[in-house]
T-cell receptor, first 111, second 111 residues
Framework: DAKTTQPPSMDCAEGRAANLPCNHS???????VYWYRQIHSQGPQYIIHGLKNNETNEMASLIITEDRKSSTLILPHATLRDTAVYYCIVRTTSGTYKYIFGTGTRLKVLA | DAGVIQSPRHEVTEMGQEVTLRCKPISGHNSLFWYRQTMMRGLELLIYFNNNVPIDDSGMPEDRFSAKMPNASFSTLKIQPSEPRDSAVYFC?????????FGEGSWLTVV
């Protein structure tokens, strides 16, 4: 599975959009991009995933560049409860698979 | 719906003792994962099962660790004998083949 690179930390003002980048320059055509977050002391929580097209759900939006080498997770109106570590993961769509977590981005939402 | 259920939530044990962590995956999920999380090493995949069969155990640290899945609704991770360096949060997760869902973790302290 391709490796991902994320900034170690980011701050965001409450009510503003939080844009979390992820680089996955070695991604293959059959690999999805997944985003999870981990709020302190809890298990990682699924947010969103995509293959080629941009995706949106009730939690966030995922923007994937046309060459698929990078993506951005957007939390449109960040709240204090969005403070967490956000993980970007790529994994294959076929065969045996593993979710390999990197170090993620520690997002702090400021009041 | 009940999520992934892990027990115990917290355990403190003495070095040399056997530790058994338990996991009940989400009903209908056919893949199960065990992860370990520490400050130093982050979130590491230990082993995963597909249809109750271990597929990849390359992340299991050493022979002191073993995992079983006797049926589709139960798995155990056993450490025997335990050592202080095994202190960590152990997460179980399950999936139907795409998104994985995590339990709340078992916090293990070996003194």
């Amino acid at each position: 599975d391709a490796k991902t690179t994320q900034p170690p930390s980011m701050d965001c003002a409450e009510g503003r959009a939080a844009n979390l980048p992820c680089n996955h320059s070695t991604i293959s055509g059959n690999e999805y991009v997944y985003w999870y977050r981990q709020i302190h002391s809890q298990g990682p929580q699924y947010i969103i995933h995509g293959l080629k097209n941009n995706e949106t759900n009730e939690m966030a939006s995922l923007i994937i560049t046309e060459d698929r080498k990078s993506s951005t997770l957007i939390l449109p109106h960040a709240t204090l409860r969005d403070t967490a570590v956000y993980y970007c993961i790529v994994r294959t769509t076929s065969g045996t698979y593993k979710y390999i977590f990197g170090t993620g981005t520690r997002l702090k939402v400021l009041a | 719906d009940a999520g992934v259920i892990q027990s115990p939530r917290h355990e403190v044990t003495e070095m040399g003792q056997e530790v058994t962590l338990r996991c009940k995956p989400i009903s209908g999920h056919n893949s199960l994962f065990w992860y370990r999380q520490t400050m130093m090493r982050g979130l590491e995949l230990l082993i995963y099962f597909n249809n109750n069969v271990p597929i990849d155990d390359s992340g299991m640290p050493e022979d002191r660790f073993s995992a079983k899945m006797p049926n589709a609704s139960f798995s155990t991770l056993k450490i025997q004998p335990s050592e202080p360096r095994d202190s960590a949060v152990y997460f179980c997760a399950s999936s139907t083949g795409n998104t994985i869902y995590f339990g709340e973790g078992s916090w293990l302290t070996v003194v």
